[in-house]
């Protein structure tokens, strides 16, 4: 299995641009989430899908961000408009069932300048 | 709300020798589980071991091992012989049983001194 494929790796964008970030999950996994890893704030859910539904978007900091999953095998967050605030490294994870463990992409580093 | 403390931001440790990680956890749930992941500098996150609060037993992956203590609600991480690829970010995850996302701890930067 390839495990979960996140794109882009890098991504630089000038504030106000939207950006949109990728993030196929595991075949047969469930359950998918977003996190956002930052040195002051770590590693924060954002928003975390079951069965292609939201379940949970208490995390994602403001109206700028969005996220969506379109079918089982694609979800997007996008930022828009994107603040120098926003750069970070974002996660996406998914799992199974109850019981197994997260398996995360390589994340994709974002810097908006 | 669950918190996962991580008493120590960095360790060192000499290489083939033993350390232990710690962490500590809130929680009022009963049904839940407990992880470690290691992200090195290719900031990946990788699983090292699990554990289920159900269990007594604490889980054992080749050099890594755990001591949890479920009262104490206290779950650390011991690395035996330590070998320079163990060098990375360290944090400790909790999970409750509704599966909702992973609570972490802010992470402990471990490095190995050859």
């Known amino acids: 299995d390839a495990g979960v494929i996140q794109s882009p790796r890098h991504e630089v964008t000038e504030m106000g641009q939207e950006v949109t970030l990728r993030c196929k999950p595991i075949?047969?996994?469930?359950?998918l989430f977003w996190y956002r890893q930052t040195m002051m704030r770590g590693l924060e859910l954002l928003i975390y899908f079951n069965n292609n539904v939201p379940i949970d978007d208490s995390g994602m900091p403001e109206d700028r961000f969005s996220a969506k999953m379109p079918n089982a095998s694609f979800s997007t967050l996008k930022i828009q408009p994107s603040e120098p605030r926003d750069s970070a490294v974002y996660f996406c994870?998914?799992?199974?069932?109850?019981?197994?463990?997260?398996?995360f992409g390589n994340g994709t580093r974002l810097t908006v300048t | 709300a669950q918190t996962v403390t991580q008493s120590q931001p960095e360790m060192s440790v000499q290489e083939a020798e033993t350390v232990t990680l710690s962490c500590t956890y809130d929680?009022?749930?009963?049904?839940?589980?407990l992880f470690w992941y290691k992200q090195p500098p290719s900031r990946q996150m990788i699983l090292v071991i699990r554990?289920?609060?159900?269990?007594?037993q604490n889980a054992t992956e080749n050099r890594f091992s755990v001591n949890f203590q479920k009262a104490a609600k206290s779950f650390s991480l011991k690395i035996s012989d330590s070998q320079l690829g163990d060098a990375a970010m360290y944090f400790c995850a909790y999970i409750g049983g509704d599966w909702d996302g992973l609570t972490f701890g802010k992470g402990t930067h471990l490095i190995i001194q050859p």
């Open positions: 929680t009022s749930e009963s049904d839940y589980y």
């Open positions: 994870a998914s799992s199974s069932r109850s019981g197994s463990p997260l398996h």
């Open positions: 554990q289920e609060a159900y269990k007594q």
């Open positions: 075949s047969g996994h469930n359950s």
